[in-house]
């Protein structure tokens, strides 16, 4: 487990600098996540980083605590949860309008064969 987090730490730290379009990674370079903005990262970027501490077993808070950590500013923290909790909110959203039109799809078919009984007892009758 302690080994994931070190990976975590360094994909965290790949991915601001990465955002930032930094040349090269020197150690000066990673020490600076005081000044990362969470404007300047993508919705995929966001995405990306979640999904990837996911798999590690990380769950959204533990980005946010590690950002903390790592003295990103309370403004750009508040940010980098808002960004964690729109993109929960859209895929909840597409979870349930998917859903939705399952059931929308179940009640159709039952729908058709409670009307389709009712043809075939009025054909035998």
Do not use: C, P, W
Request: a positive charge; proline letters at 0%; charged letters at 25%.
């Amino acid at each position: 487990m302690h080994n994931y987090f070190k990976i975590f730490v360094i994909f965290f730290f790949t991915l601001f600098i990465g955002a930032f379009s930094v040349a090269t990674v020197t150690a000066q370079s990673i020490g600076k996540a005081q000044s990362m903005k969470v404007d300047n990262l993508s919705d995929e970027q966001v995405l990306m980083m979640m999904q990837r501490a996911k798999s590690m077993g990380y769950s959204d808070q533990n980005i946010v605590q590690y950002a903390k950590s790592e003295g990103l500013s309370s403004l750009e923290i508040t940010k980098l949860s808002g960004r964690i909790n729109k993109i929960r909110n859209e895929e909840n959203k597409q979870k349930r309008t998917f859903s939705n039109r399952q059931e929308e799809k179940k009640k159709e078919l039952l729908a058709d064969e409670t009307k389709q009984s009712a043809v075939q007892k009025n054909q035998r009758n």
